[in-house]
C-alpha cells in the first residue's frame, strides 16, 4: 500500500545510472513520511532477473560511486529486525556548501527461500547456471542523517512491514515454482 500505519508515501525514480546497471524485473521505490512522528524513510526493492545485476548496486559499491563517502569503514555494523540481520551502511557527502549523511538498511532476497546480508552468498548463487536465472531482490531502507538514530529501530520496523508481502512473495517464488510455470521468473 501506498499509505499505511501513518505513513504516507509517495513514488520516487530510481537514478537512469541505477536502473541501466541493474536491468531490473520490478522496482518500487517509495518515500514515506509520517507526519504524526515527524519521521521520512525512502523504501527501494529492486528485482533482477539475473542475481549477477546485483552486484554493482550493493551499498558499498554504489553509493562511492555517487560521491557518497562510506563512514565507519571499518565497522561491521548490523540490527536485527524480527529476527532477521540486516546490514547497516552510513555514508556522507558534501555538495557544493551542503553536507549530508545517510544511513542505508539493505537486505537481499534469493529464490532459495533465505533473506542474506551477504554480497558473498549472492555472488555463490550467481555461480549456480540454474538458480542465477531466478535472479534476487534487494531491500534497502534510507533513513536521512537529520534523523535521531534512536527513531532508526522502530522507522526500519514499519518499513519492513510495509515491503513484507513483497519480501514474501519473492521468497515463496522458488525455482521449482517457476519451473512448474514454463520456466517464467
Same mark, same amino acid.
Not at 9 to 22: F, H, T, Y
Not at 68 to 89: M, S
Given at each position: 500500500p501506498i499509505d499505511i500505519n501513518g505513513w ?14 541493474? /536491468? ?5 521505490? +517509495? ?7 515527524? &519521521? %521520512?524513510? #525512502? ?13 554493482g548496486h550493493y551499498p558499498p559499491v554504489c ?29 556522507? /557527502? ?5 553536507? +549530508? ?7 537481499? &532476497? %534469493?529464490? #532459495? ?73
Amino acid at each position: 500500500p501506498i499509505d499505511i500505519n501513518g505513513w504516507v508515501g509517495r513514488q520516487v525514480e530510481l537514478p537512469q545510472s541505477a536502473i541501466n546497471l541493474l /536491468r531490473p524485473n520490478a522496482i518500487l521505490a +517509495r518515500q514515506y513520511l509520517n507526519k504524526e512522528k515527524r &519521521a %521520512l524513510a #525512502t523504501l527501494m526493492i529492486v528485482q533482477c532477473k539475473d542475481t549477477r545485476d546485483m552486484a554493482g548496486h550493493y551499498p558499498p559499491v554504489c553509493y562511492p560511486s555517487n560521491g557518497w563517502l562510506k563512514k565507519n569503514d571499518d565497522l561491521d555494523q548490523r540490527v536485527i529486525i524480527d529476527d532477521q540481520t540486516i546490514k547497516v551502511y552510513e555514508f556522507h /557527502r558534501v555538495a557544493g556548501r551542503v553536507e +549530508r549523511d545517510i544511513t542505508i538498511y539493505s537486505l537481499f &532476497a %534469493l529464490p #532459495t527461500g533465505e533473506l542474506t546480508t551477504s554480497m558473498t552468498e549472492v555472488r555463490q548463487l550467481s555461480a549456480n547456471h540454474e538458480l542465477r536465472k531466478y535472479g534476487a531482490a534487494q531491500i534497502q531502507v534510507l533513513i536521512d542523517g537529520d534523523t535521531d538514530p534512536k527513531d532508526h529501530l522502530w522507522i526500519l520496523e514499519d518499513m519492513f512491514e510495509i515491503a513484507r508481502p513483497v519480501i514474501e512473495a519473492v521468497l515463496d517464488a522458488s525455482p521449482q515454482q517457476a519451473q512448474n510455470r514454463g520456466g517464467e521468473s
